[in-house]
Every structure is written in structure tokens, then in C-alpha cells.
């Protein structure tokens, strides 16, 4: 695959979201990456739902279409001894190793960072890092989200927290251990002298992405003693804000909170004198009547479809903007038009619109991730032409389970 990372190659060893999508992340940026699956079970998201029915096998996963494409599909058990030795092999010729099993498991199996060649820029995540008290403690991506303060800010202020509808630790904690791991090969790679550099251990708790965008939670606490709460859709001091409903079912967010921008909304609603109205005049007025204001807002939506509300504020340019379900990302004509959704050839169920490769370069365009492979569909790409292996030695190391 072409991109600035061409040349770069990549083992993924993780499993379910957090490891797989930070490798995945390189991939899509020109890397190789290589995905090491135990033999005969594979990754666990092969078997998360939705399925699709599969006329000659078993049905099959379209979480794992998503979360398995852009890369190479090999087996190897790392528990057994051949199989440790192979997975050496393979890793003194890779850059990056991601994985995030619980802390301690690739040194029980003699595969940590001290274990492997010193020029490995070597990918750790877990749930609360490889140090502290907590690091042994098991978990998955909605301890992130709880133990990062995130969970504590969701959801309505009278009613218990409510979980993000994705997986965002996991997928945020991805992120930044790929700026990280490139980050890491930008540095091993300038080492002065004409010496290859050392590689670098990155430790990606997945509580530490979460607390990491926390904005002014933290300083409000420890300067004010502030301690920040669930606002729900609304925020407390700015007005009117909040997703309100239409004639036809959807919700639209409406951001008008400046002065300028509650001006403009007044003028898209035809009432241009709540602008001036006294109550309303300034931020800190339309704050303290947050209900009063969004619920004239709400009013106005209501007697609207959402493409009559946006095509107003927009003419008046309000910021607006739709709830989209999957339905309105597949209709929408700006999105369409970006290619924000590409065809991916799955080599079990075939093309299958998912989304593009996030963010795009101008001058390296993406091209179109290849489909998440079947469990050991590369073994011997990967076990022969590249490490060396004969036919018969894959054959036996397959006969006995080890591949």
C-alpha cells in the first residue's frame, strides 16, 4: 500500500478494538500490517455481532469486516515454544508490535519489550497501564471511559450516567497510541551518527485517552473546587443549545449561544425581535433562562421537518446539524460527494460499504482498505515468502496446531 508509512511494517497482535484499530490506523497511512491470530479461534471480534447469514459457512461478523480490514491475516500460538520462536522471527524484521493483553502477559510468554529487538517501537495498552497499583486489574472500554471521569459527565443530571454509543476509549486510546508509534519511528529513525535508533515502549492506558480531553475539568477542580456535572444536552453557560425535535422524528442540534449567532437564529425562526427582547439580550441572560429560551426554540422545531429547519439556518447561517442515523450518512449528498464511505471487497461476503480511511492526504491519497482477512488466509504469504519458512516446515507447524 502506498502512503508515507510505505516500507513500515506492522504486527498486530491485539485483540477485540484498542490494539487492532491503532494498527489499523498505520495501515491505512501506507503501512504493513500483519495481524497474528491464535490457530483455530482467532480474534475475538470474529465472533461479535451484527452477523450476516453466509450461504456456505457460518454467519459471519461485520464487526470484525470493519475492525479486521487493511491488513494480513497469519496464526501462531505464542504460548508454545515454536510458536514463540517464529514470532521473534517475524518481529525482528517488523517496526511496531501493538498489543494489549493484560500487563504481564507477553513477559510470562517471554515476548515483552526486553524479549524482542531493541529497534521495536512496541505498542502497550490496557485498561489502567503497565505501572500502579490498578495495572494487574482486568478490564474493557467502559472501565476507561468510568475510571477517566468521562462516564461521570454523560447522560442527563438527574438520571444515572449513560455510556457514549461507541466504544470511545478504545477507539480514542487507538488513536493516540499511533500518533505515539509514529511519533516514536520519527525519532528512532533521525538517530544521529548513521546508527539504526533505539525503538521506544509506548504505555496507552485506555482511562488515560479519556482523561486527556477532559477540557477544564480538572483545573476547575483543583483551583475552584469545582466539581463538574452531567449537563445533559445543554451546557449551563451558554443558551440556547441543545438537540431539538422536528416534525418528521429527527433531532437537530442548533448551536446559537453568541450573541451573533442567537441574532441569526432569531431572524431563521421569523422572530427577530427576541434578539432585542431584555430577557434574551445577552449570553449571560439567555443562560440563566435556559429553559425558557430552548424551549421556544423547541417550539419552533417541532412545526418543522428537518430539512425545512436546516435549510433556514443555514440561509442565515446558524450552526445546524442533524442526529444522523446510518440511513442519513448514506443519503447525504456532502458526504457523497467527499467519499466519506468506500466499498470494501470482504473476501467472505464481498463488497460492503464501510467508512473511508480518516484523515485523508492530499498528496498520498488513501486508497481503499483491503478486506479483513480470513483466520490464517496469509500464512504462508507471510510464514514462507517473507520469513523464511519451507512448505513443509508451514505444513508440519500446521498439522501440530503451533500455526
Known sequence: MSGPLSGIRVIDVGTRISAPFCAGLLGELGADVIKVEL???????????PFLPVDDGPDYSLSWSVEGRGRRGITCDLRHPEGKELFKRLTSIADVLCENFRPGTMEK???GPDDLADDLVYVRISVFGQTGPYAPRPGLDRLGIAFGGLLHLTGDPDRPPVRPGVT????LTGVFAAFAAVSSLYGRDRAQGGQAGRGEVIDAPLYGAILRILEWTLAGYDRLGTVRQREGNRLSHSAPLDNYPTADGLFVCIVAGSDANFSRLCAAMGTPELAADPRFATLA??????????GLVAEWTSSLTSDVIT????????????????AEIFADPHMIARGDLVSVDDPVIGPVRQQAPYPRLLHHPTPVPGGAPRLGEHNHDVWCDLVGLTDGELADLVERGVV
Open 285 to 294: 441572560e439567555r443562560a440563566s433562562r435556559g429553559d425558557e429560551i430552548n
Open 311 to 326: 435549510e433556514r439556518c443555514v440561509e442565515h447561517d446558524v450552526p445546524i446539524g442533524t442526529a444522523y442515523s446510518a
Open 39 to 49: 490457530p483455530g479461534q482467532g480474534d475475538f471480534m470474529r465472533s461479535m455481532g
Open 168 to 171: 470511545v476509549s478504545d477507539y
Open 109 to 111: 510468554w517471554g515476548l
